[in-house]
C-alpha cells in the first residue's frame, strides 16, 4: 500500500504500548519486507554505521520483537527475524498510521482532495513496486 513509504513519519502517539524509536520502526519494516537479514545487512541498507544498528537490533530483541539466529549459509553470522510479537507490533503500527492518516484526511480534505490524494496514492505504490 502508498502508505508504507510514509508511515515511518507521521502517526499518532501508540496508546497502550511503548513508541518505537524511528530507527527500530525502520528495522522493524525493512524485516518484514526482506526477511532475515543480519545487523551489517541492515545498517548498509539504512545507511548506518554497523554498531549502531547492532545495538538497536538487541534492543528489539530484548523488547521480544525480533530473534536472532546462525546464518545457516554461514555460521558465524546472525540474523535477525521478526518474532510472532514483532509481525503483530507492525501490523498494528501501520493501521494505527493508516487509521490517523485516513482521518486527517477525511477532517481536513474536500472530498475531490482525498480522491486526488488516494490516486497519487496508488501512482506512488505501483512507482514503489517496481
Known amino acids: 500500500m502508498a502508505l508504507e513509504g510514509i508511515e515511518g513519519s507521521v502517526g499518532p ?10 530507527a527500530r520502526s525502520s528495522l522493524l519494516r525493512r524485516l518484514a ?15 548506518v554505521r554497523p554498531q ?4 538497536t537490533v ?8 525480533v530473534v536472532r ?16 510479537l514483532g509481525h ?7 493501521r494505527a498510521r493508516q487509521a490517523w492518516l485516513a482521518r486527517a484526511l477525511q477532517e481536513s480534505g474536500t472530498p475531490e482532495e ?5 490516486t497519487a496514492m496508488a501512482l506512488l505504490d505501483r ?3 517496481t
Not at 519486507?33 to 545507511?47: N, R, V, Y
Not at 503483530?88 to 501501520?94: F, K, L, M
Open 13 to 22: 502517539e501508540r496508546g497502550g504500548t511503548e513508541e518505537l524509536s524511528p
Open 58 to 65: 538487541v534492543a528489539l530483541e530484548r523488547a521480544g520483537l
Open 69 to 84: 539466529s546462525r546464518n545457516p549459509d554461514e555460521g558465524r553470522r546472525l540474523l535477525a527475524s521478526l518474532t510472532e
Open 114 to 118: 482525498v480522491r486526488a490524494v488516494i
Open 33 to 47: 519486507k526482506h526477511g532475515p537479514a543480519s545487523a551489517s545487512d541492515l545498517a548498509a541498507a539504512e545507511g
Open 127 to 129: 512507482v514503489a513496486q
Open 52 to 55: 549502531s544498528t547492532a545495538k
Open 88 to 94: 503483530a507490533r507492525r501490523q498494528g503500527d501501520r
